[in-house]
């Protein structure tokens, strides 16, 4: 393994543990070796298996190597320019979300058009082994999800469940299924306030109480709680929320959750509760009143709407290509204020009238792009919950900012360590400068020019490392690209019909 090689992956393994939340100590601890190993490691000077990496890239859900077939990498030839239409697909928030909410139904659920991701995956593989049939319906991605009599909780996949984040979103349908259960967790998983207290606040009042065990969480029901006043969420978490309207659905009485999150996952899973029986009021609001049923057994057919996030990423590959494209079907509510900042910057685009997504609720409409010169906003660009500029296409922004004429702040105050991944856009020529771990200043226009990096672990700013690529000059290389597949389904394939040219393949 060539040094330099070497020095890559170090690095790539750093960052993907980083992200993770676990020290060299806890990843070692993991992989049965010691700290000085996982430190010489990172720093490229030690000598890996294929089989070594395979069990990085399991603990630290990071596809490094897959033994026998290797890593996903992407070849990108720019600059290109994009022409014709596209639909965005369907939610991958909401697809996992309602995958969860399937457990409520003892009855059949078919959900429309599902995001085909390697999250979704992950959770089918789980929903299977505790023995609820799924099955997909055709080439429309339909899936059929049929709930058994009882839960098979004691033979969970474990290796599955820990390669998905959203398994915490269990616990809200789980506590009305079982007076006892464990849920497993990502090994190392941090497990401090931020991440996992607020879940416990939101569903305490319905009994719950879960004790957190080296890779498990050992969750105990006291049937006699009830909610006696309204929940009142310390965060206004998407996933929280999920989980305190998935309690609520099965408790017969009315629950109020205050300061809940109005994404646009929540609601699409609040729809779904009203198809399952459920009444719940205030949707779009924070504050939600939710009725429950103390059994639900439908059989309910449900589609999801589309994605902003994705239709975010479309957006801006048009602008950093320069490239008129018509995109179909974008939920323009979860996007308006995203689309003012852009016009302020000088964007140009025209949209449709507005229709309705097969929710039967959700806005959409479609944009045509058209070539634009931009120029930086003059305030800084941060995230808001709904209906603020939405947290996960704040870092578009970054590669839309380097296209355009002058500096850009960016504060991504919601994530530790996100923003710092925005700077690897410096190997494509771009010049972006942290400032500390949530601000970073982009100074544009910006030349890109063809570089090989390794994927960052986290999924936006992947994307956007992409993008860049689209834009820049010659020859670009992505290396270990599983981290895109967990969020969009054949984006470079869709990139391509539109005129990229973006190659697939593997080193071994």
Known sequence: MPQDYKSSIGALIRDARQHRGLTQMQLADLLSTSQSAVNRIEKGQQNLSLEMLARIGEALDSELVSVGSGPVHLRVQGPTTLAGAIDVKTSKNAGVALLCASLLNRGRTTLRKVARIEEVNRLLEVLNSLGVQTRWLNDDNDLEIVPPVELDLDHMDEDAARRTRSVIMFLGPLLHRAESFELPYAGGCNLGTRTVEPHMAALRPFGLEVKATEGSYHAQVNRAVDPTRPIVLTERGDTVTENALMAAALHPGTTVIRNASSNYMVQDLCFYLQKLGVTVEGIGTTTLTVTGREVIDVDVDYAPAEDPIEAMSLLAAAIVTRSSITIRRVPIEFLEIELAVLEEMGFHYSRSEEYTALNGHTRLVDLQTRPSDLRAPHDKIHPMPFPGLNIDNLPFFA????????????????????????????????????????????????????????????????????????????????????????????????????GASIETFRDI
């Not at 925005?422 to 020019?449: A, C, N, Q, W, Y």
């Not at 993008?467 to 597949?485: C, D, E, F, N, P």
Request: charge should be negative.
């Open 399 to 498: 590669v839309i900012a380097a296209v355009a004429e002058g500096q850009t702040f960016l504060h991504d105050w919601v994530y530790e360590n996100r923003a710092i991944y925005l700077t690897e856009l410096t190997k494509l020529g771009g010049h972006v400068k942290l400032l500390d771990p949530h601000r970073v200043m982009i100074e544009g226009p910006t030349s890109f020019s063809g570089a090989e990096l390794v994927c960052p672990p986290a999924l936006r700013p992947a994307v956007v490392i992409l993008l860049a690529m689209l834009a820049s000059k010659g020859t670009s290389v992505l290396r270990s690209t599983y981290v895109i597949h967990r969020g969009y389904e054949d984006l470079a394939e869709r990139l391509n019909l539109l």
